[in-house]
Structure formats: C-alpha cells, structure tokens
C-alpha cells in the first residue's frame, strides 16, 4: 500500500524580473517558506549568476531587456541540466509557452501570479497519489521505490480485480498500468478505471514490440497520456512527471509523441 516520503524543500531560488517590486515580493514571500533566495534584474545577471551558483528552481519573467527570459533559460540549462525553471508572463504567448514547455521548462505561468501555485510548483513534497498495476514484481518494485524516493505516494498491486476497487475507493492522480496482466490486458483494464474515474492520467507500460506494444498503443489512443517502456529509464520516468505536472499547472494539454517514449 502507499507510503508518503516528504522530501526536503528546494535551498536555492533564483528569482529574475525587470520589475523590482515583483522581485522583492517573490522573495519575501519565499524567504518565510524557507527558502535561500537570490534575484536578478536581466537575462544577463541571471546568466552569470548561474555561471557561479547552483540553484535548484528558477522563477524568470518572459519579457525583460536585453536577453529574454526564453534565451536565459536555454542558456543557463546548457550548462545546469537538471535546474527547475518556471517562466512567467503577462502577455499569452502560446507558441512560445509550447516551445519553452517543449525545451525542458516545468511551467509557463500567467501574470498575475497565483502565489500559491507557485509555491506548490517549487515545493518538492509530491502531493501526487500514483497506482502501480504492474504484474512483474521486479519492475514493480523498481518503479515504486524510485517514486517513493522521489516524494510521490504510491500504491502497488499486481491484480486488476484489486485495481479496479482501489480507484472506487481512493482518488488516484497518475496510474501507471502494465500491458500484460493475468486476468485482462492493460487496455481492458485503462477501459475500465476511465468509467470509474476519468480524470485520472494513465501511462501504459509496455514490454517488447508486438502485441503488447500494439495494446499500449490503442491506449494511447483512447487518450491514455503515454508509453513508457521495459526496462524502465526510471530518470525518463521522473522527468516525465514532473514535466507533467508543469503542464498541467500550464494549462498545456499536448500528450508527448509516441517517438519521445
């Protein structure tokens, strides 16, 4: 059954936005949550800032002087990978929130800001309730260790009978569902809990090419969000979700191309 696992909070934030006021608010604000904050005024200072600091999460303003805060963010993650970066902005600029979304960004959120979504969005505590149908144990295992490790609760069960009254009886965000089952296939059973509970997000699991993949694939059709593959890149996994919960926080509702899985 699900374990819940608090993982500590993001030490470093780096704040960048032309308008001063904004940044001393962003900061105060952040500061009483805990947080070690820095600010910039440009793409430029944010730029070097990152040259010499490793910091956790960026909050950067899209429009800005000089550098943008699209090229800042492209040019720090050259160099930081793995930095969080949620990109702001007044103006709706869909073809660009889709790039920057496209580029790596975890969120691309409106101006004015809803605060508490975006300390949600930095807080590394995952409120999300994930379910493992998963008949493998080994994968099993593999894949609810490294999302619990990771903050997330998660439930695991092999059975699709035990499966189907978990999400009668608890509200799952993200299930993950394995193609190749004892009793039905991974698309009966995705069929079955989208009647039950259709604002949950499936992610099929698929083993080697052929039926199983096909199956994973009509579920993908049927509007599962995506594939993810055996064995499992458990760091494409994690990046996935949390890709996942930028867009949502983003009102970007693209599912990832099947190629990309």
Do not use: W
């Amino acid at each position: 059954m699900s374990d819940m696992k608090t993982t500590r909070k993001v030490e470093k934030v780096l704040i960048v936005d032309d308008e001063q006021n904004m940044r001393r608010t962003l900061n105060d604000i952040l500061e009483d949550e805990g947080y070690d904050v820095a600010t910039a005024a440009t793409g430029e200072e944010a730029i070097e800032l990152c040259s010499e600091n490793n910091y956790e999460i960026i909050l950067m303003d899209v429009r800005m002087p000089g550098i943008d805060g699209v090229e800042a963010f492209r040019r720090i993650r050259r160099h930081q990978e793995g930095v969080r970066v949620i990109l702001m902005s007044a103006y709706s600029i869909d073809a660009l929130k889709e790039a920057a979304l496209d580029d790596g960004a975890i969120a691309f959120l409106p101006k004015p800001l809803d605060l508490q979504k975006v300390i949600g969005l930095i807080s590394e505590v995952k409120d999300t309730a994930i379910l493992v149908v998963e008949d493998d144990q080994e994968t099993a295992e593999l894949l609810s260790n490294n999302l619990r490790e990771d903050g997330y609760r998660v439930t695991t069960t092999r059975s699709p009978h035990d499966a189907l009254e978990l999400v009668e009886q608890i509200r799952f965000d993200l299930i993950f569902l394995d193609t190749n089952l004892s009793t039905m296939n991974g698309l009966e059973l995705y069929l079955a809990i989208k009647e039950i509970t259709p604002s949950s997000t499936a992610i099929m699991i698929s083993g080697a090419e052929g039926e199983f993949e096909e199956i994973a694939k009509e579920a993908v059709r049927r509007n599962a969000y995506t594939i993810v593959k055996k064995p499992l890149d458990i760091d494409h996994i994690l990046g996935l979700l949390e890709r996942l919960t930028g867009k949502r926080v983003s009102g970007d509702l693209r599912k990832p191309p099947l190629s990309d899985t």
